[in-house]
Every structure is written in structure tokens, then in C-alpha cells.
């Protein structure tokens, strides 16, 4: 056992098991829960990692609703999803509560806009796409006069915003017959990045009633092959060895 504390691979045990220990926790700062954050705290500078992923540099860009109050981002709640798979990855869930409903009382308009950056505290480029998905939601639209509209895109850039796409999920009753055109979830694919930018786009118009309750972001993560894996597993029990075999010479 005192090989394993040699001050020489003490480095490498603390890489390695601070890796393993990244991808297993859901962490705040800057917010009264240890787990979640309202989204105004996370304006107000807060973050939350997830596993290996560190979500930070929030910023609201609009919120509005037309009669009513603005969407409120104390009453908002953001949490991690880590559920320990590769893809999905981890990512985000919002409860939004009523704070994106609009019920009904004639021509009605919301909004909530904001932005976040995304980054794998471990240094590398894993990141290989985004999974955008509206999870509890209500279109009780009025086909004929306006159509009940909800939709939520996401534009994701390199952090020197370099475009890499755009995901939309929306559930839209058409003027014709009151059909439900629901598109939900969207994915968008791109090369391997260690961190993005996302800008959150959410809006809705009804003259009945439209919410949000529950909306998911996730970012799968590229894994290494099993062969590679393998190599590098191989190759950690020699160095170990070999360490361990050089102190009890010493």
C-alpha cells in the first residue's frame, strides 16, 4: 500500500481518480441548493457542473409576456441530469412552474430568452452533440383565428462563435383543422468541442392556452473505443507496477 502513495505517481492517481469523480456529481455555486439553481442565480453569476461538464457565464437577454407580468427567474429552477451515460449526455432540466404560461383572454405573447456557455473541466473535446427536448408541455390553440404556437431553439456556437447549428422542438395547431404539428425532440451534430455557447430561445402565442413546464438540454459525450480504452487501462497497471516495483528497491 505505501507504493500507491509514492509522492512519483501521486499525480497520476489524483488525474485519474479526479476524472472518475467528475463525471459522478452534480454541483452549485452561487446558489442556495447544493443541486439546483434558479435561473436568476445563475444570472446573478452562479453554475453548475455536471459530471464533467461546468455550465456557467449566464446572461438574460429578454423576458416578456403580453398581458401580464414578465416570466419570473426566481421561480425558475435549474437542474443537472447525469445519469451516467455517454448519450445522452449530461445536461440541463428547467421547471419553469406557471412562469411560461399563457392562458386564455385573447391575442397573448411570451417570451424568454438567455444565454450560457457549456465547458469540460477535464481539458478535452468530448462534447459531440446536443439534444434539445420540451418534456411537460400544454398547446390548446384556436385554429382558425391564431394558431397556438410553442417552440424553443436552441443556437449553439463554438465559444469564438463559430456557428455549429441549431436545435428547434415546437408544437404548432395549424389553421386547418386544428392538427398538432409536433416536432420534439431535435438533435444537431458537429466535430468534438471541449466547450459551446448556447442561446435559449423560448416563445409562445395562443388566444387559448399555451405553457412549458419541463424542458431538457443534453450534450452527449464522445467516449474513447473499446479497443483504446482497453490500451489505456493496460497501460495505467504497468506504470503502476513498475512504480511500485522502483520504490521497494529504493
Known amino acids: 500500500m505505501r507504493a500507491c502513495y509514492s509522492p512519483a505517481i501521486a499525480p497520476l492517481l489524483f488525474s485519474c481518480f479526479a476524472a472518475f469523480d467528475a463525471q459522478a456529481a452534480v454541483i452549485t455555486s452561487g446558489c442556495v441548493n447544493a443541486t439546483a439553481c434558479t435561473l436568476d442565480e445563475l444570472f446573478a453569476g452562479g453554475s453548475i457542473q455536471v459530471g464533467a461538464l461546468l455550465f456557467d457565464n449566464w446572461s438574460l437577454i429578454d423576458a416578456d409576456r403580453i398581458p401580464g407580468p414578465a416570466p419570473d427567474p426566481?421561480?425558475?429552477?435549474?437542474?443537472?441530469?447525469?445519469?451516467?451515460?455517454?448519450?445522452?449526455?449530461?445536461?440541463?432540466?428547467?421547471?419553469?412552474?406557471?412562469?411560461?404560461?399563457?392562458?386564455?383572454?385573447?391575442?397573448?405573447?411570451?417570451?424568454?430568452?438567455?444565454?450560457?456557455?457549456?465547458?469540460?473541466?477535464?481539458?478535452?473535446?468530448?462534447?459531440?452533440?446536443?439534444?434539445?427536448?420540451?418534456?411537460?408541455?400544454?398547446?390548446?390553440?384556436?385554429?382558425?383565428k391564431v394558431e397556438g404556437q410553442l417552440n424553443v431553439r436552441d443556437e449553439v456556437t463554438t465559444l469564438s462563435m463559430a456557428a455549429l447549428g441549431t436545435a428547434l422542438v415546437e408544437s404548432v395547431i395549424s389553421d386547418s383543422g386544428g392538427v398538432n404539428v409536433l416536432t420534439n425532440p431535435d438533435w444537431i451534430v458537429f466535430a468534438p468541442q471541449a466547450g459551446l455557447s448556447v442561446t435559449t430561445i423560448i416563445n409562445g402565442t395562443t388566444l387559448d392556452q399555451v405553457q412549458l413546464a419541463i424542458l431538457d438540454q443534453r450534450f452527449s459525450l464522445l467516449v474513447p473505443e473499446p479497443s483504446t480504452a482497453a490500451q489505456i487501462g493496460f497501460a495505467g497497471t504497468v506504470l503502476l507496477a513498475f512504480m511500485a516495483r522502483r520504490h521497494r528497491k529504493s
Open 74 to 144: 426566481t421561480q425558475i429552477m435549474v437542474g443537472g441530469l447525469e445519469d451516467g451515460g455517454a448519450d445522452p449526455g449530461p445536461g440541463l432540466r428547467y421547471e419553469f412552474g406557471d412562469e411560461l404560461l399563457i392562458a386564455s383572454g385573447g391575442l397573448q405573447f411570451m417570451t424568454l430568452q438567455f444565454a450560457f456557455e457549456v465547458n469540460d473541466i477535464l481539458g478535452r473535446s468530448p462534447i459531440k452533440d446536443h439534444q434539445l427536448e420540451m418534456i411537460d408541455f400544454t398547446n390548446a390553440g384556436n385554429p382558425g
